[in-house]
């Protein structure tokens, strides 16, 4: 389904404007890969931030890796961009006086990690230092605009990045709707976040762009079987439950499928 999909054409289609560049904490050009598979890092612990563990890179796709903490199991996978702050070369920990951990869950009895942890260093390759990208500076004022459309990761499947529309601002934090999906999958998130790019990103760092889903997509021109509903209900709120009507053939994806531990960030 990969360039399937046309912005262009689409943003025409749906009278719709995408989110400025200067709303989000990207780099204008992304981030080049440098990374191996199975090459070690050191990696902050998505579920325990003050932690810094030994990671290995056990996938990627454009400017991002999937990365498996080691001496944890692979149902806790995450994805960071190559630019991420929160990864670093092997030894960062040593240098900065901090002490690399065992993951969170770590697998074995904890008075075996400083042997778990030289025997998984041992002969392995990590990567080198120009592998780690500046992270990008922080967007200054919020520009999200209900309406605008974007590109975003979705968590539950956090190797996919989608179309998506903000439904709505409240401070820092906006709301991700994604295209064609009945609000299973939105999410509130900090207007900064590094889930959230540019249209056009993923066709510039050569990373897949979903095509939007097949569930009655209520953008503009809705010939909605919810006559009611105008744009601006497509925005926060009870959206999961208010779209969802026994009555409809379109059978959205249901939570009881879906992984709960994989959220990013
Ligand atoms: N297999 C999953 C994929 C859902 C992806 C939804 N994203 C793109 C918003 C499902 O159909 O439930």
Redesign the pocket.
Known sequence: SQGSFDWEEYLKENDAIPAPQSCFKQSVEPPVNEFKLHQKIEAVDPRNLTSICVATVVGMIGPRIRLRLDGSDNTNDFWRLVDSSDLHPVGYCEKTGKLLQPPLGFCKNPTLWPSFLQKTLTGAERSPENCFKKEPSNPKTNEFKIGMKLEAV?R??PQ?I?P?TVGAVKGEEVHVT?D??RG??DYWTKRDSRDLFPVGWCALSGHPL?PP?QKGTAQVKSKSREPSVSQSAHSPGNQSNASKSSSTSSS???SP??PHDRSVS
Do not use: E, I, M, V
């Open positions: 979705d539950k499947n996919l989608c998506a994604f064609g999906w299973a999958f979903q889903g959205g994806p249901t499928n879906l």
